[in-house]
């Protein structure tokens, strides 16, 4: 039993993390129609300047949101004059954030090495709590209550802003947006950082439990693309349920099939192309 | 000059370049040193795997984020086949272009349910499925040590290509003949058919074409070819690791097609030429590879989105105006 509870747990705050991840990934899209292949790198820098800042001065809130406004920064810079002149262009869309992607990790790679680095946990959630029994790191737990708040604010921010009706309205028709005087270009700015700054989150926020190395931008953005082809493209809703059931099916399916570990992943991602190609909550 | 005689004059010179291009890879062994002619081989390979791609990208519409899983999958079936049950090369590479095939019509049954960015996903999600089994299995492929010493091909039992002159001929030779072959699909009814698709989808349905049927022809036939590259580019280096199926491969064969120029099967190789030879050069003085490769992906998206066909094209276009 404690077994099941640790595994869930393990796999849930996994899947909280990819959800930050996706759910920048979905918002980009939902909005924009871009596929943004430098997500993986937003997720890495942000692990590697958390890293920077947490050594500077030994603050992690300060890591954490320094670190996640710097790359929501960069994100906003790569939006304004590299994507915004291949408005639903598809190849040059894909050219220019795999070439970032590609500059990216290698920037990484020249500043930080190869070696894996380690993060330590914020001091208020060092230990462990124990409770039936066992213990639990706390930090663990503070990763999927802070995730669940991070779901909330995005819902509050779709569904209860004057902001999000605005998104909303360029969702279902740009033009019309436009026309009513939404800032279009404005929200696609603004909606590119956010995304770039959640998927930061990720990458400080996992640093402690996954550490920060080379590598991880690829690995992020297929786990990333997963979560959306499960959960649906440009659905917060599904980037969240997407999210918690790769979390969970990486985690019990390297417990159980270490060797097969990417299969618990994949098939049921073939499955659900097959039964609902747009993904479980997806638009067609 | 009328214009029906401009076409002609255009064919004709065409057909000159082409017999010229002929020539001269003909003669290259006897100029050339073994380094060099190395690099010749490379580009051949690499132009037939970018040509396969421009199938899907350029004629039909449909670009892939995971191609080099055909690629990489050719190439671990001859290495496979050569070493485990040392079958030769009049064995192995039908046999390793019928698994592409085989492996493509899986992929393509799941990645044609979908379109646009959900399908760029989808195909980057499958082919890291091909990479994960190539760096998991490890008494199968090797893991991240991959497969060393693949025999080169004999083509008859004492009939080894031992010299680098006779393996050349040998790549030239099924180059050319995937080459035309890939020449003959895309000036076919076929071919048009898939232009048609990439114009418009609904008009092709409405005139009575099985749109999904054609595309995923097109899907197998293009991996077939881009299976055919990767088996030659397995008996070329002798080694196969997982990076032949890895995103880094997928996302530069693209490149090559679109800084070639998308749409014709002359850009293509005309890409994977100057990408083979600029990380040849630029290898030579720094490791810092990737920095260099990004930069081009943007500049090209920038500045050359019709690629280097393109930019010649309308170059020419100028010329005749003024």
Known sequence: MTFWLVQALNGISYGVLLFLLASGLSLIFGVMKILNLTHGSFYLLGGYFGLVVLQETGSFILAVLGASLAIALIGVIIERFFLRRFHLQQLPQVLVTFGFLFIFSDIAT?????????????ELFAGSLQFAGFYYPTYRLFIIGFGL???????????????????????????????????????????????????????????????????????????????VIIGGLGSLKGALVGGLAVGLLDNFGKVFFPELALFTIFAPMALILAIRPAGLFGRE | MSAAGASSSVKSRGSAALLLTILVLAVLPY???????????????????????????????????????????????????????????????????????LVATLFGLLALRTRGSYFLMITLA??????????????????????????????????????DRSFYFFILLLVGVGVLLLAHV?????????????????????????????????????????????????????????????????????????????????????????????????????????????????????????????????????????
């Open chain 1, 110 to 122: 020249v500043i930080w090495g190869a070696n894996p680095q380690t993060m330590p946990r914020p």
């Open chain 1, 149 to 227: 708040c991070v779901a909330t604010f995005l819902w509050w921010l779709q569904d209860g802003t004057r902001v999000g009706a605005m998104l909303r309205a360029s969702v279902d028709n740009e033009e019309i947006a436009r026309a009513l005087g939404i800032n279009v270009s404005l929200l696609f700015t603004l909606v590119f950082g956010l995304g770039a700054f959640l998927a930061a989150l990720g990458g400080v926020m996992g640093g402690p439990i996954l550490g920060v190395y080379p590598g991880a931008d690829f690995e992020v953005l297929l786990l990333g693309f997963v979560v």
């Open chain 2, 31 to 101: 100029l050339l040193s073994t380094y060099y002619l190395g690099l010749v081989i490379e580009i051949l390979i690499f132009a037939l795997f970018a040509m396969s791609l421009d199938l899907l990208i350029g004629y039909t519409g449909m670009a892939s984020l995971g191609y080099a899983a055909y690629f990489g999958v050719a190439a671990y079936a001859v290495g496979l086949l050569a070493m485990k049950l040392h079958w030769s090369v009049w064995l192995a590479l039908p046999a390793a272009l019928i698994i592409v095939g």
């Open chain 2, 126 to 163: 499958l082919s890291q499925v091909a990479w994960g089994i190539a760096f998991g299995w490890r008494s199968l492929t090797g893991g991240d040590d991959g497969l060393p010493n693949i025999p080169r091909p004999e083509l008859a039992a004492d009939w080894p290509l031992a010299g």
């Open chain 2, 186 to 322: 895309v000036t076919s009814p076929f071919g048009f058919a898939l232009r048609g698709i990439r114009e418009s989808e609904t008009r092709m349905q409405a005139l009575g074409y099985n749109v999904w049927r054609y595309k995923l022809a097109a899907f197998i036939v293009a991996a077939v070819f881009a299976g055919l590259a990767g088996a030659l580019y397995a008996y070329y280096n002798r080694f196969v690791s997982p990076d032949y199926l890895g995103v880094f491969r997928s996302a530069e064969v693209l490149l090559m097609v679109i800084l070639g120029g998308a749409g014709t099967l002359i850009g293509p190789a005309i890409g994977a030429a100057v990408i083979v030879l600029l990380e040849n050069v630029i290898s030579a003085y720094t490791e810092r590879w990737l920095i260099v490769i990004g930069t081009i992906y943007i500049l090209v998206a920038l500045f050359a989105p019709d690629g280097i066909v393109g930019f010649v094209r309308d170059f020419h276009a100028r010329r005749a105006k003024s």
